[in-house]
T-cell receptor, first 113, second 113 residues
C-alpha cells in the first residue's frame, strides 16, 4: 500500500471549513484513499473513501486531484466535536487477500471557538 | 447491534503473565484485525484474519498469537507479557468486499508492570 504524508497539526475556527491535505504520490491505479478519525482515545471512525472522483457524504467531502497524488478532506462546518486526529490511508485491493489498513501518525485537528 | 466489542477494557499485568484479549463482532464480517497504539503514534497492525480458521501476521506480530475459531470472534494472546507491550489495543472488522469501511472497537488499555 502507498505511503501517505500529512501535516502533524492544524487549527480551525468553529463554523469554518476544515481542509485537511494528504499527499500520496506513489498511489497506484487500484488503490483507494480512505479517511478515518480518532477522537481522543476512542477507536478510529470511518469518514469517507474514494478512488478518483470527488466524494461527499453526511460527514465530509473528499477531493482527489486528477493525477491522484494528493487529496483533501473537507469538513464544511467544523464544530468542537470534530477535534480529533485524522488519518489518510491508501488501501489496495487484491482478490482473495485482506485489504490491510496501514495508519500513519495523522493530522491533529484542533477546532477552536 | 453492538458492532465490535472488546473485552476487557482495562488490564494490568505483571511481567511474564499471560492473558487473552477478546474481540467479538456481530456484523458477519469476514475480515478482522488487531492493532496496537502507543502514545503519540498511529495504529500498527499486529495480526489479521481473512476468515474463520485463518490468521496472518501484520507489521508487529512478535510476542502475540491469535486465533479465529469462530467467525465472530478474534482472540489476541500474550503468552509472556513484557513492559514493551504496554499499549492500547484495538480490534477492527470489515466485510469481505474490502472497499467497505472497517469498524473499530473501543480499545483495551493494557499496562504491563
Amino acid at each position: 500500500d502507498a505511503k501517505t504524508t500529512q501535516p502533524p497539526s492544524m487549527d480551525c475556527a468553529e463554523g469554518r471549513a476544515a481542509n485537511l491535505p494528504c499527499n500520496h504520490s506513489t498511489i497506484s491505479g487500484n488503490e483507494y484513499v480512505y479517511w478515518y478519525r480518532q477522537i481522543h482515545s476512542q477507536g478510529p471512525q470511518y469518514i469517507i473513501h474514494g478512488l478518483k472522483n470527488n466524494e461527499t457524504n453526511e460527514m465530509a467531502s473528499l477531493i482527489i486531484t486528477e493525477d491522484r497524488k494528493s487529496s483533501t478532506l473537507i469538513l464544511p462546518h467544523a464544530t468542537l466535536r470534530d477535534t480529533a486526529v485524522y488519518y489518510c490511508i491508501v488501501r489496495g485491493f487484491n482478490t482473495g487477500t485482506a485489504s490491510k489498513l496501514t495508519f500513519g501518525t495523522g493530522t491533529r485537528l484542533q477546532v477552536t471557538l | 447491534n453492538a458492532g465490535v466489542t472488546q473485552t476487557p477494557k482495562f488490564r494490568v499485568l505483571k511481567t511474564g503473565q499471560s492473558m487473552t484479549l477478546l474481540c467479538a463482532q456481530d456484523m458477519n464480517h469476514e475480515y478482522m484485525y488487531w492493532y496496537r497504539q502507543d502514545p503519540g503514534m498511529g495504529l500498527r497492525l499486529i495480526h489479521y484474519s481473512v476468515g474463520e480458521g485463518t490468521t496472518a501476521k501484520g507489521e508487529v506480530p512478535d510476542g502475540y498469537n491469535v486465533s479465529r475459531l469462530k467467525k465472530q470472534n478474534f482472540l489476541l494472546g500474550l503468552e509472556s507479557a513484557a513492559p514493551s507491550q504496554t499499549s492500547v489495543y484495538f480490534c477492527a472488522s470489515s466485510h469481505e468486499q474490502g472497499r467497505a469501511e472497517a469498524f473499530f472497537g473501543q480499545g483495551t488499555r493494557l499496562t504491563v508492570v
